[in-house]
């Protein structure tokens, strides 16, 4: 609680930050090759990129996209050093503060919402007091999640399309679909915050819906939820792992029982998918994008114009 | 001085292994050659004696998430490391990443250790601050922990490195073969190796914590 007030005390962007697209930012429209609009980030030859993931020590494919979206950083050389730690996997992120030799660190969390993990694990675990902390001598900026930032919403409707070619989206029903839980409303906002872009963004869409596995509307019901005979459900999930790839397949219908992790099956290239007397087409969960890593990047910009920090 | 630049002073002075991996130069002198200690030997011949070439540390992850017999390395230390690839490291920078893929954050742990600086952390502070499922790991008693520490750790079963946590500020480890290993695999000096450290009970621990506690309550 006292991270919470601390935060709110300093305007951290975690409680000041609009959340709602402002309009400056126009999401493409799917039947088009998607042109991502990007900010450009300068770079940072004397400063850390750190991204902080769940990671699991039973599901080999959960930490994947972190370790990906990290390579692809790495690869434009926009910082001194790039490096991943997790809630539970190797690094640990008590044991980051060992991996970076640079004083300055952009943590960034790469999960998908706002809530328990990155406003009270990761602050915890890191040491971090505000959005920028001084720890034994080093400067840590700690940027906002990357799935509450505006531009997921171009990786939403570039995934949709590609699931999707040549499907008008007039007679086609968008379904965004996460965990959902009673026990946190944050973790479904980025998700509704999502659905309100896309429905607002005349990308023409019959109907843009979120829909959850443990809290209503239940993606179990998706062919309830939708009236058109095309239906597209985009998990908004870092990772292919136990839920976008085992649980959400099942409740969808498309497996009869969970099955292997994802790296061991190929279940994204059998769309689409004839059942309940819709045409169904589902992707492999959003983080896996490659252009997450721009996500990443757009918010340490946003960090910086936000708190001047650059 | 940075990490990598560290490294290469280690080489310098004759370390040549850390856990599983072997690290040598090339024949030419002019990049290191990173493989399993146990292909040590053909790593060192001009053709690599047949062993997987891999150029760069970008394979590093994917040759360190299975062991040989497919299952899933949940920790990074390990003993089941892959054999049969060799890796061409151009530089201590390359050098440094493949092996922060192989056993994360090893180095900047290690220097920390050496430096005096490595905070180290109890188990009762790991498990206090274990979320959801894991939150019922901290009612184990501190037998049940000791007990567990000879059950999971050291190199009977299979981990590389060497315990610096202690139960609570005031209990040690009891004496084992696991609280006493040094986190030096094979038969090296410590002059030659970079030993793996564990600063923090792992996941896996707490996991074996859990359970231990919940049959405690049975």
Known sequence: MEWRRLILDSGHPLRKRPRRWNGNYPPCIPAEPCQLRRMSIAAKPSSALLIVGHGSTENPDSSTPYFEHADEIRRRRLFAEVHCCFWKEEPSMREAFYLIDSDEIYVVPDFISEGYFTQEVIPRELQLTGPTTKIRGKTFHYCLPVGVHRSMTDLILK?????????????????????????NQNSTKAIRDQVDLIAASGAGYAAVVDAYMEEQPFIAAWNEIASTPNVVVVPFFISDGLHSFQDIPVLLGIE?????????????????????????????????ERLMADVILDQISDFDQLHKAV | MSTALRLRSLLESGIHRIGELEIQADASNICYILSHMADARLANTPSFGGLEVHHGPADARDLSTYAEDGTYRFTK????????WVMRLENEEDLRLALDQFYPACLGLFFAWQDGTLEIETLREKLDRQTGMYRFARTISDAGAQKLVQEV???????AKKILWKIDPNTLLDDSEASRYNGIVGD??????????????????????????????K
């Open chain 2, 77 to 84: 230390g390990q003993t089941n490391l892959k054999r049969g």
């Open chain 1, 256 to 288: 009869s029982e969970v099955g292997a992790a994802a790296s061991q099956r190929e279940i994204f290239r059998h769309n689409p998918h004839f059942i309940r007397g819709k045409t169904l087409y589902y992707t492999s969960a959003i983080g896996t």
């Open chain 2, 153 to 159: 750790c050291g190199p009977a079963h299979s981990c």
């Open chain 2, 188 to 217: 090296v000096s410590a002059a030659e190796a970079i030993p793996l450290l564990c600063r923090e009970a792992c996941n896996h621990f707490v996991a074996e914590c859990r359970k231990a506690a919940k049959a405690e309550v």
């Open chain 1, 159 to 183: 995934r949709a399309a590609e699931v999707a070619p040549g499907i008008d989206p007039a007679t086609t029903t968008l379904i965004i679909t996460g965990h959902g839980t009673g026990l």
